[in-house]
């Protein structure tokens, strides 16, 4: 069994770029959730999926993000025009619902933007 | 609103003593709570949780964590701490969302420093 795996691991950008993050959850978990840390902060809610339907956005999540989960399996986060304010561990966590609380988290995506 | 605390940006401990990180809660309906360890350059790995049922709850990796409802805390514990077990620590609750429990809301961390 696999654990959730993002790529890239780590992103440097100019500001005013464009990134994209994938997310790969574990096999069968319907749900799938993004968090950005910063230093020194614990881990903030972005954005949750269940299945294919983008059920729940945080405030945080200015016009600027967008996520999908097309087909339900793996995720992508798309930051237009970074800023240095979005450096950031982005981090993506699944759950397979069904009584189980815990998530699962991934090895995160480090976002630098110079 | 929902939250949780863990008032202790760092906690000190020698090798072989027993060690306490703090976490308490706020939060409305059922108090599901959860422990998370961060290495660096790493993700949170799930270490414990208390859904319901006995107060101490064990987890991996040796730890346990006590839930106490009145004083509103959930404090994790190791009776025999290793240097092995330094790392970022963080509590986390249930974050309401439409639906009912969904996401986690977490505290600021703590920073564990197991000394030989």
């Known amino acids: 069994d696999t654990g959730v795996s993002q790529d890239p691991r780590h992103k440097i950008t100019k500001r005013g770029q464009n990134v994209t993050f994938r997310c790969d959850p574990i096999?069968?978990?319907?749900?799938l959730y993004w968090y950005r840390q910063t230093l020194g902060q614990g881990p903030e809610f972005l954005t949750y999926?269940?299945?294919?339907?983008?059920?729940?956005k945080s405030r945080l999540l200015s016009d600027r993000f967008s996520a999908e989960r097309p087909k339900g399996s793996f995720s992508t986060l798309e930051i237009q025009r970074t800023e240095q304010g979005d450096s950031a561990m982005y981090l993506c966590?699944?759950?397979?619902?069904?009584?189980?609380?815990?998530?699962?988290f991934g090895p995160g995506t480090r976002l630098t933007v110079t | 609103a929902q939250s949780v605390a863990q008032p202790e940006d760092q906690v000190n401990v020698a090798e072989g003593n027993p060690l306490t990180v703090k976490c308490t809660y706020s939060?409305?309906?059922?108090?599901?709570l959860f422990w998370y360890v961060q290495y660096p350059n790493r993700g949170l790995q799930f270490l414990l949780k208390?859904?319901?049922?006995?107060?101490l709850v064990k987890g991996s990796y040796g730890f346990e964590a006590e839930f106490n409802k009145s004083q509103t805390s959930f404090h994790l514990k190791k009776p025999s701490a290793l240097v092995s077990d330094s790392a970022l620590y963080f509590c986390?609750?249930?974050?309401?969302?439409?639906?009912?429990?969904?996401?986690?809301?977490f505290g600021a961390g703590t920073r564990l420093a197991v000394h030989p």
């Open positions: 986390a609750g249930p974050g309401l969302m439409g639906g009912g429990y969904n996401k986690l809301i």
């Open positions: 208390y859904i319901t049922g006995d107060n």
């Open positions: 096999s069968e978990h319907n749900r």
């Open positions: 966590a699944s759950n397979p619902g069904q009584g189980t609380y815990e998530q699962y």
């Open positions: 999926f269940q299945n294919e339907a983008q059920l729940e």
């Open positions: 939060v409305s309906g059922n108090p599901y």
